[in-house]
């Protein structure tokens, strides 16, 4: 369970972590509305950081400078828009480009510290659904239930592409299967919270799976491990 404030119940979290294009986001917010309970999109955080770097002219490897600016980050999520000082700025921090940036910000250790007690300060009754790369590892390391989804870089390559293209952004699948692994490979190999499963995690290729077979593969292992909550209202 996640550390309670003494004398209060532990509030349940599911942990959706997993490289670019395995449809965790998508997976994370079906979860958490079949649940009723609030999702966190952890990679937004560091996307909206991104944006406000670049726009304030800062080097994405000065450490220090992205900490400061992370600690005093003024985000929300409001009505399914992520807003950067009011502004909404869903749109702007879904490009390719802003995914890049965002994986270059969060391998700071001071940017990850200063924006670890705001993710934590997500999870309230009853429950959340995280989603990320290091939610059950760092995150929350005591959350019920850890999932790790993964495909081939080339099945995450055209999900991609679709998703761009669904949104009439341009789109190069070769360039998009380049940079997915650029970005698994940044995200892997970086010093602090590296995307890895947790041990207690269980991995789901989504390869060969559609929306629906991983959704109710994750609602089945959920309903397992929160036995006794009635997670599923019924
Ligand atoms: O998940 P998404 O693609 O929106 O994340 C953008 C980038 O933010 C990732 O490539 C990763 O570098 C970073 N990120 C992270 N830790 C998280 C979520 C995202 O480092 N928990």
Redesign the pocket.
Known sequence: MNQPVSGTPAIPVITI?GP?GTG??TIASLVAARLGWACL???????VLGLAAERAGLDPGDGEALGRLAAGLDIAFRDGRVLLAGEDVSAAIRTEGA??F??KV??HPQV?AALLEW?RAAARPPGLVA?????GTV?FPDAEVKIFLTASPEERGKRRYRQLRGQGQEANLKQLVRDIAE?DE??SQRAV?P?RPAVNALVVDTTSLTIDQVLERVLDVAQQSLAGADPLGG
């Open positions: 972590d670019s965790k986001g999109d952890s990679g937004a955080l560091y996307r995914g890049n965002a994986s969060a391998a990850r993710q989603d990320g790369r290091d939610m995150v970005r940044r995200d919270a995307l």
